[in-house]
Nanobody, 122 residues
Framework: QVQLVESGGGLVQAGGSLRLSCAASERTFSSYTMGWFRQTPGKEREFVAG???????TFYADSVKGRFTISRDNAKNTFLLMNSLRHEDTAVYYCAAGRGIITDTPASYDYWGQGTQVTVSS
């Protein structure tokens, strides 16, 4: 059983920073495209950032571009550094793994973590 486990969420004031981590259960996931998504109640899961399996290519949603940075160690860990957080960033954040190119479509990803809550006070 392959698992992705997110950590690093919490409560932070607007303007603050958090770093989310996603740990894969197996090093095999170093060959996967990784993505971060977020979801709030009543809304569909929203793409946040993605990174290619070698970490060369990255892509960000317009809403987080310039504030968030995705990175990976190409072993088992993927990170999302979130700076200048806004109340609108409040959501459950999920990491995901897929075998294809970076996409903004949840269905393109094969494995998902359980999510970690990020709450930004206004």
């Amino acid at each position: 059983q392959v698992q992705l486990v997110e950590s690093g969420g919490g409560l932070v004031q607007a303007g603050g920073s958090l770093r989310l981590s996603c740990a894969a259960s197996e090093r095999t996931f170093s060959s996967y495209t990784m993505g971060w998504f977020r979801q709030t109640p009543g809304k569909e899961r929203e793409f946040v950032a993605g990174i290619s399996w070698k970490g060369i290519r990255t892509f960000y949603a317009d809403s987080v571009k310039g504030r968030f940075t995705i990175s990976r160690d190409n072993a088992k860990n993927t990170f999302l550094l979130m700076n200048s957080l806004r109340h609108e960033d409040t959501a459950v954040y999920y990491c995901a793994a897929g075998r294809g190119i970076i996409t903004d479509t949840p269905a393109s990803y094969d494995y998902w973590g359980q999510g970690t809550q990020v709450t930004v006070s206004s």
